[in-house]
């Protein structure tokens, strides 16, 4: 698992996504109690580098082009993105939220028991089979990020020939409380696929999660899709 962690943080410190830009469609279904779909909404957003980072500009919602309204509101969001990287970059500190933190490989690390359970092929690559526990006792917990992590278990794919990961599925075990506990998170599975666009370097091309989610005495459920639908590699020039 080291070696596996030591490449994806290799590929972080290259910054290889960097290095693309991409189409993402993404799909959130509502579903009733009997896992009917009752609304459907989709979007398509632009993901490319940009102040050194990752940035998903919104282009379309539900198959149409963005109206005047939501055009500016877009402009605005890239704005604060980029003034946030400056100001955050200028103080060499991360901003952390409760809900969007950055959780570093070798945290995570910390945070599982992981073990290798076999070995199987996938998309034709031969891989280890690893499956992973939440380690026992106390473990850190100041967001709702992680008391997600602390309650998931599931397994990953790992390549055998450059320990690159294929994919990684988890199931959340125990329910997950958060806003001052008037919502629970009852359950939650997901999928995360990779693929190699290069030699060692492995990026996502599919994201699936479901969620169940009781607000008072709501419940939702919820089926979102993410698909990288268009990876394209970028000059120098315009990667920097």
Same mark, same amino acid.
């Given at each position: 698992? $080291? =070696?596996?962690?030591d490449r994806v943080v290799d590929q972080e410190e290259r910054g290889a996504e960097? $290095? +693309? &830009?991409s189409r993402i469609v993404t799909q959130v279904d509502t579903l009733d109690k009997e896992g009917e779909v009752t609304k459907t909404e989709t979007t398509l957003h632009r993901r490319y580098p940009l102040e050194g980072e990752l940035y998903e500009e919104l282009i379309e919602r539900d198959? &149409? !082009?963005?109206d005047a309204r939501a055009r500016r509101e877009e402009r605005e969001r890239r704005e604060d993105f980029i003034r946030e990287v400056r100001e955050r970059n200028e103080d060499d500190d991360p901003i952390e939220t409760n809900d969007e933190r950055q959780i570093e490989v070798d945290e995570l690390l910390e945070r599982f028991e992981a073990s290798i359970t076999g070995v199987d092929t996938l998309d034709g690559e031969e891989c280890w089979v690893v499956e992973f526990v939440p380690r026992a006792g106390k473990l850190p917990e100041k967001t709702r990020l992680d /008391?997600?992590?602390n309650r998931s278990s599931g397994r990953l794919y790992v390549s055998r020939s450059d +320990? /690159?990961?294929?994919?990684v599925e988890f $199931?959340? $075990?125990? !329910?997950? =409380? +958060?806003?001052?506990?008037l919502a629970t998170l009852r359950n939650a599975a997901g999928r995360l696929e990779f693929e190699r666009v290069e030699t060692d370097v492995w990026l996502p091309r599919r994201f699936t999660f479901s969620t169940?989610? =009781?607000i008072l005495w709501r419940t939702t459920r919820r089926q979102i899709v993410r698909e990288w639908v268009l990876r394209d590699r970028l000059d120098s020039a315009a990667a920097d």
């Open positions: 698992m $080291q =070696r596996v962690v960097l $290095q +693309y &830009e198959g &149409e !082009p963005l /008391g997600m992590l +320990y /690159g990961v294929l994919f $199931q959340i $075990q125990k !329910p997950t =409380r +958060y806003f001052w506990g169940n989610v =009781r």
